[in-house]
């Protein structure tokens, strides 16, 4: 006769292995969220919203002076956001010289987004999206920030929009609205030091630059910018689009096994999605706007919906060429005729995009070289050095020419452009009057500079 305990012990083995044996099942059709769409939905309810918050539906209306006023928070000073909004990220960011963002948008109970997979939403009057900016004033404890201005656009009842700003008083307990823009001095501390950031802050009439009709009104939210993992404020991650149409924001619904077929921009720094996909998400997410059919006078589209041989961009013609010769959108491997880049690496009066910039996006324009490099093209000499760079002097003055080893320099004292028959740069130059100097380097098998200058301005 079996003894009750190795009878137990027998049963409870032959237990342990059919669970172990369903396990093992189970886990070979499991995936962690992470991997996938999350398991639970983030967002459980659509939130109460009331049309417009406390903002009139016009522009013309009486919009509240301060931020604490408008609806948009319940607790101003601690940024706490109603009940009504609804946080949200974007995969890439325009670029706001280097400002954090927090954004979120209330849309009207009862009424829906028309969602488009491609090109731009519609969304119904009376939606309010809220951005909130803060720059980091310490370079050394970046978690220190200073609270700078809180923009609201508002769906109008005309089918159109307006916005406005609200800049933050020094104590960070409201902020008021601007009936203007301003520019403002941000003191920044650094490692060795203290620097000047300006910071812009933009008029209601120029958001309408922007936010045009042509550019569907609002920016930044549609598919492509949304179709991503955001972690919400309680802690969960999910897919934006997901969560929106789990509590019914849209006019569609969407089929959830379809979102990874939906469009998707490229982050500056997913390993996973090609040079050429980051690089044309970036310039969707801060040039599309303007660029595109009917938009801006140029003669390209930036926007990551169209193919890229349909861009314009690869070789594309310019409008005006900024005095470089064969000058293109982008010209394959050369950052320097490529007005693309040369305008947006640079801060001077030519700058794009033109409002609200005041510095350069470092890790923006390193993307950009490297698809620019990367396309099939000879090798490009970079402009010559001039040393030293233009100016006044009281008195006559040495000019010092340098370029890449290998290289032979020609330069003009008249201000035409340097050919490959002009003066050959061989020892200094002495300059005693006034005098527009311009070079040019060329080497076998590289591409020629482009010209280089400097204006000197030689006695009294």
């Not at 028309?114 to 119904?124: C, I, M, Q, T």
């Not at 452009?417 to 002009?422: C, G, K, L, T, Y």
Request: net charge positive.
């Amino acid at each position: 006769m079996t003894s009750a305990p190795r009878f137990h012990q027998r049963l409870f083995r032959g237990q342990t292995v059919a669970l172990a044996a369903r396990l093992f099942l189970a886990l070979q059709f499991w995936q962690p969220a992470s991997a996938g769409l999350a398991a639970t939905y983030v967002l459980s309810s659509r939130p109460e919203a009331k049309a417009y918050l406390s903002m009139p539906p016009r522009a013309d209306g009486a919009l509240p002076p301060r931020l604490s006023q408008t609806g948009a928070f319940k607790d101003v000073a601690r940024l706490t956001p109603s009940d009504s909004l609804i946080p949200y990220d974007l995969i890439v960011s325009f670029w706001s010289d280097g400002a954090e963002k927090s954004r979120w948008l209330s849309v009207p109970e009862n009424q829906k987004i028309k969602f488009a997979p491609a090109g731009e939403w519609v969304f119904p009057k009376g939606t309010v999206f809220v951005k909130h900016f803060e720059l980091a004033t310490d370079e050394t404890h970046p978690e220190v920030r200073h609270r700078l201005e809180t923009r609201l656009l508002v769906c109008d009842d005309r089918g159109g929009v307006y916005g406005v700003a609200y800049k933050w008083r020094a104590d960070n307990r409201d902020a008021d609205l601007l009936a203007t823009n301003l520019t403002e001095s941000i003191l920044i501390k650094t490692v060795t030091g203290v620097r000047t950031q300006m910071w812009y802050y933009p008029s209601r009439q120029d958001c309408l630059t922007c936010h045009t009709a042509n550019a569907g009104y609002v920016l930044g939210v549609k598919t492509r910018q949304l179709n991503h993992e955001f972690t919400f404020p309680s802690g969960v991650a999910d897919n934006e689009l997901r969560a929106w149409n789990h509590i019914g924001m849209f006019a569609t619904n969407l089929a959830e096994a379809d979102l990874e077929n939906l469009p998707k921009l490229a982050s500056l720094d997913d390993p996973a999605r090609s040079l050429a996909d980051r690089a044309r998400s970036y310039l969707d997410a801060n040039c599309a706007h303007c660029h595109r059919p009917e938009g801006t006078v140029a003669n390209f589209d930036a926007r990551y919906d169209t193919p890229l041989a349909q861009q314009n961009l690869i070789q594309g013609r310019v409008l005006i060429n900024e005095r470089i010769d064969g000058a293109r959108i982008i010209a394959p491997n050369d950052i320097w005729r490529s007005l693309l880049f040369l305008r947006a690496n640079t801060v001077e009066a030519f700058k794009m995009p033109p409002l609200a910039r005041n510095t350069i996006d470092r890790r923006g324009m390193k993307l950009l070289q490297e698809w620019i490099d990367s396309q099939p093209g000879p090798p490009v000499l970079p402009p010559p050095e001039i040393s030293p760079p233009g100016g006044t002097f009281a008195q006559p003055v040495v000019v010092v020419l340098k370029s890449e080893p290998g290289a032979t320099i020609r330069y003009t004292v008249d201000g035409t452009v340097p050919s490959a028959e002009d003066l050959l740069y061989e020892k200094p130059i002495l300059l005693a009057s006034p005098t527009i100097l311009r070079a040019k380097a060329f080497k076998p098998g590289f591409t020629k500079s482009i010209t280089t200058q400097e204006i000197f301005l030689i006695g009294r």
